[in-house]
């Protein structure tokens, strides 16, 4: 098992678990899916896959804003969810970030009071606000922090 940057020849594994993970927001992803596993990274868009023998199981996003880093996209394949691979990524990105990061600061959003919420509190993660109708109508989404 290992943690890396991601291929080309990874669009195709990588896919099959964001479908399974959000098949509704499948067009978004490919266009980030195509930013992070092409030879032409433009320096603000990155990420990473976890692979397991010649099997990519996870995938994890990261954007620069202008002052901070934003978690886009954290998947694990459903097949080996809680098992520690989304930990695994989460603390790889930090790390990655702390040593060739300019910023201080990492960002995501998630849906307020899901499981998501919790994991990120668990990694470390900071509440830093709480938004109603920011992406969907009804759903609260909570913004976390992590100070590098």
């Known amino acids: 098992m290992k943690i890396r940057k991601p291929k080309t020849t990874d669009k195709e594994q ?3 678990i964001l479908k399974q993970m959000s098949p509704e927001y499948m067009t978004d992803m490919l266009s ?3 930013r992070v596993t092409s030879n032409k990274f433009d320096g603000k868009h990155f990420g990473f896959v976890y692979e397991d023998g010649k099997d990519v199981i996870g995938y994890i996003t990261c954007r620069e804003n202008v002052a901070t880093y934003q978690l886009e996209t954290l998947a694990v394949h459903p ?3 809680r098992k520690n691979i989304g930990s695994n990524l989460v603390n790889f990105l930090i790390q990655y ?4 990061g300019r910023f201080k600061v990492l ?3 998630t849906e307020h009071g899901d499981y998501a919420e919790e994991f990120y509190i668990r990694s470390g993660f900071e509440i830093s606000g709480v938004i109603k109708d920011e992406f969907i ?3 609260e989404q909570v913004h ?3 100070r590098l």
């Open 137 to 139: 109508p009804g759903i």
């Open 107 to 109: 960002n995501v959003n």
């Open 97 to 100: 970030l702390k040593y060739n």
């Open 14 to 16: 990588v896919m099959e």
């Open 79 to 81: 097949s080996h969810q």
């Open 144 to 146: 976390l922090s992590y």
């Open 32 to 34: 980030e899916l195509d």
